[in-house]
Each structure stands twice: as structure tokens, then as C-alpha cells.
């Protein structure tokens, strides 16, 4: 990495990197100070220093018109919701504005700072790759972690329900110890639920948004049980036995069909980590020999012409392994 010889520069350069860091520390500092989530009305406690952060922030009239202006902008193209839902599927204690601002400016400053560090625009591709694709892929991937582990705890979850309302507990009641022993992430939304119903709402409703919120359709079936039963009556805690011996029985259909469909996922992998893996191999072994196919107008089709027959063929093999259940 080579520094700038112009002072002038590098402390320009330095200041850059300063402020954008201050600023996206305020930024997420305002978002992870968000008012308590409605699980945790009870237990929320104040932080001196955080207080005395929020008002530090308050009082910046250009942070705050910038996380306007944002999050204007991206309610317009429809970004701010997806965002909003995606933070709240993952619990992430962040406002999807403030979130999507720090984005902006981190990857708006950095790739500069990069180029002036090191004159390369291999570099400056790279870390525009990495900002812009990293932290969606993150968030995605907490989310879809997030939902396997609840999808995991659900039909436990609902035999344990069930065991309460025999022992003689109303349903309210069941659901209230229910979400004192689980662990997260299935203990936590039941928490926001218990407490969104202390606020009003009815179960039926809670139960739906959290539902909505984690995408989860064996949940949908159990909320759409409970709300059956409560229409048309009936043994509710039959009903949820039955509903958790369903949802256990599909996962262990996944996982037969997943332990079926190995081989060809894996031969999938194969063919996208195979060939380029060999022709690295080659190049390094034998650059004269693999340089014409990065040199030559020819070359350059044959590689066009093998990155596609390789997308083609990973899709089509990925698309024939993936069996609905």
C-alpha cells in the first residue's frame, strides 16, 4: 500500500476517514438507541450515557435533515420498507434509514480513500464489491439463520403450549410461560407478542404479525389453527399435538430428500469450483500456456462462452435437486 508524498492530501484523506466514521458510528449509535421493542417494555432500563449520545445526536440539525432526506428517497423506490422488514425478520436493533444512510456514505467514501491509498482501480472494484454486496448478504444471512432456528424450536414450541393448556392454563397464561422459557429466537417473539396483547391487541392478530415477520409458513398453520379453534371450538391442545406431529413429519421428509438429493448439489458445486480451479492450476503452473486465453479476442470468448454454459448448467442441476415438501 502506497500513502500519498502530499501532506496536503493525506490529511485530507485522514479528515475524510474521520468524519464518515463519526458519522456512521452516530448513525448506528441512533439506530441500536431505538425505543425499546414491545417485548421488552418491562425490562427496558435506561442508560445514562446512551441518553446523553441520543441528545448529542438530537441536536445535529444536519444528521438528522440527511437521515430525512434518506429515508424520503428510499420509501419513494421501496427500498426502506424491505429494509424495515428485513431488520426486523434478523431483531437487529436498527432504524432502516439511519441504517441505509451509513451504507451510502461508507461505500461513497471508502473506495475513495482506497484509491488515493493504494492507485489501484482492481482495489477500488473490490471494495465497491464488498461494501455493496457484503452487508445486504450479511443481513440476509442472519435472517434466513434466524428463521432455521425457529423453524427448529416451532413444533417443540407448540407441544410444550399444549402440554400447558392440559395442565388447566388459559392460553394467554400458556403462552405468557411459554415465553419466559424458551430461548431466543422463538422465546423473544413470543415475548412481543404477550406484550403487544397487554397493549390491546388480540392474540389472533399478534400472532399473525409475528407470523408475517418471520415468513414462516408451519407457524401461518398454527396461527390459523388457534383461530379455527376459537371460532368452531374444539380441544385446542389436540389440535396443536397434531399440528406439531405434521410439522415434525415434513422435517424429516426434508431431510430424506436432502440426504437424496446430495449427490447432485454436490456434483452442482463440482462443476462451478472444478473448472476454474483447474484452469488457476494450469496458469500457475504453466502461465505461457493458459496466456492466450487472457489475451486474445478468442480467448476472451471462450471465456464468455464457459462462464454461461457453467451458470446454465449450476441453475439447471440446483433447479432439478430442489424438491418442494
Known sequence: ??????????????????????????????GGNRPPALADINKARPDRRAKRLDQAVASSAVLQRAVEVTADLASRRGVLGAVERSLRAADVPARPAELILAHVCASAVVPTVVYFLTRSPV???????????????????????????????LPDALTTLAGSLRAGRSLGQAMEALARELRDPMGRELRKVVAEVRLGRTLQQALGDAADRLASEDFRWAVLAMRIQSEVGGNLAELLDQVAATMRE?????????????EGRASALLLVFMVPGLGLVMWALNPAYMGPLFSTSTGHIMLGVSTVMIAGGYFWMNKMVKIDV
Do not use: N
Open 1 to 30: 500500500m502506497r500513502v500519498p508524498d502530499d501532506p496536503m492530501v493525506a490529511a485530507l484523506m485522514l479528515g475524510v476517514a474521520v468524519g464518515v466514521s463519526v458519522v456512521v458510528a452516530m448513525v448506528m449509535r441512533m
Open 123 to 153: 482495489h477500488v472494484i473490490m471494495a465497491l464489491v464488498a461494501l455493496g454486496v457484503g452487508p445486504p448478504l450479511t443481513l440476509r444471512r442472519i435472517v434466513k439463520k434466524r428463521r432455521k432456528r425457529f423453524a427448529v424450536q
Open 250 to 262: 415434513r422435517s424429516r421428509m426434508k431431510g430424506e430428500v436432502k440426504a437424496l438429493t446430495a
